[in-house]
């Protein structure tokens, strides 16, 4: 195995900048997830990284050896893509051992690593079947197990459990981890669910029109989102995002909202919001509030809008001035539509942004760049 290094890579169809200048490390061994909505360039980086796509600019290496003039054949990747393709003719087994009869691996060997394949994705039993005799889900594990049967330098995988219903992506998940694990595979894996991002990566790039916004590690993006924009992309249900002016209240700094909230600031977030434009975006997630039904001096008054049971913890949607929150609570929590509720933020699990620059507030963040392709309307 080894490790994948893109450098300022750039893919451009006319007008339209798919890929900005991406730079990204993939060390040997390491699982990243690459994700972001939908249009944002992952695909596209895959193909680029693959050799089915050719590089606009930039330069893409495999261990310390540059790829992005080789062919695809010879870059020693092995890729399973979002629309797989088996071939209809030959049997699931027979689907499995082509990339191993195309590299001449001795029968006993293709034997073993097939079966073995077959099995860490629970298809052992369709080994004689033909690609129409299977269900979609069936299909995409044969296209999944086609690229773990070998050996390759890395692995890159687009999207390779999109078919598969809820259970088994859970189940599938697990699968790929272990075999990351017990291969020490290099992985870069693309996918929008940002679920299977910070459950199955060790680092995860997210992407926004083109442009990388920040690679991290699925605790550090989450614990510390360096722009609006992927904290409230990383996390489910997504982070709350307010926008507010800085501002003093009783002598003490406050943020004021729309709608007529007013949110005081202990002395740490009130460094930071100091630091500002004047114009924040603060970010609460929902384990980071909390509610009373009676009224609470100093905390801000709201409206249930609904409360939604899950059977562990119960989300409370409710009012804050124009802005609709969703907050957690325990279990038995219950309020009635439109009863008043009041709030308060954990203030050391705050999160403020420049309104302006939409970066975070945070000490010593890296600079980020903020998203958006160059030109308009991209997407
Ligand atoms: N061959 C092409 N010609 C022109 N534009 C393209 C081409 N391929 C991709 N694009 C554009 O480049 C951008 C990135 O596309 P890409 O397929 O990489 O997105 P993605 O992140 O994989 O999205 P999804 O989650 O929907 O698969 C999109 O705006 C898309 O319309
Ligand atoms: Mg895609």
């Not at 296209?143 to 390759?152: F, H, T």
């Amino acid at each position: 195995m080894a490790g994948v290094t893109l450098r300022e890579v750039t893919k451009t169809y006319g007008e339209v900048v798919a890929v900005d200048r991406v730079s990204l490390e993939v060390a040997d061994g390491e699982f990243v997830a690459l994700v972001g909505p939908s249009g944002c360039g992952k695909t596209t980086t895959l193909n680029l990284v693959a050799g089915l796509i050719d590089i606009t600019a930039g330069e893409i290496l495999l261990g310390d050896r540059a790829i992005n003039t080789l062919d695809p054949k010879d870059r020693d990747l092995a890729m399973v893509f979002q629309n797989y393709a088996l071939y209809p003719n030959k049997t699931v087994f027979e689907n499995l051992a082509f990339p191993l009869r195309m590299r001449k691996v001795a029968k006993p060997a293709l034997d073993e690593q097939v079966r073995r394949t077959a099995n860490v994705l629970s298809i052992d039993h369709l080994l004689d079947r033909h690609p129409r005799q299977l269900s979609g889900g069936q299909q995409q594990r044969v296209a999944l197990g086609r690229a773990l049967v070998r050996d390759p330098q890395a692995f890159l995988m687009d999207e390779p459990l999109s078919n598969l219903d809820a259970k088994l992506r859970v189940q599938m998940r697990a699968e790929l981890k272990r075999f990351h694990l017990e291969l020490n595979a290099t992985v870069i894996y693309v996918t929008h669910d940002q679920l299977e991002a910070v459950t199955m990566a060790d680092r995860i790039a997210v992407m926004h029109l083109g442009v990388l916004q920040q690679y991290a590690t699925p605790d550090e993006i989450y614990n510390r989102p360096v722009n609006t924009f992927v904290a409230g992309f990383i996390g489910s249900p997504a982070m709350n995002l307010l926008r507010g002016t800085v501002t003093t209240h009783d002598g003490q700094a406050a943020i004021a909202g729309e709608g007529g909230w007013l949110l005081p600031l202990e002395a740490e977030p009130a460094r930071r919001a100091l630091s500002s434009s004047g114009q924040v975006v603060v970010g609460v997630r929902h384990g980071h509030m909390r509610l009373s039904l009676t009224p609470q001096a100093d905390w801000m008054e709201g409206r249930v809008y609904t409360v939604e049971p899950t059977g562990d913890l119960t989300f409370v949607h409710l009012k804050l001035g124009d802005h609709l929150l969703v907050a957690s609570d325990q279990a038995d929590f219950r309020a009635a539509p439109d009863a008043p509720i009041w709030i308060a933020f954990d203030q050391e699990h705050l999160h403020l942004f420049d309104a302006e620059t939409e970066l975070t507030l945070a000490d010593g963040a890296a600079p980020a760049r903020a998203g958006g392709r160059r030109e308009a309307a991209a997407v």
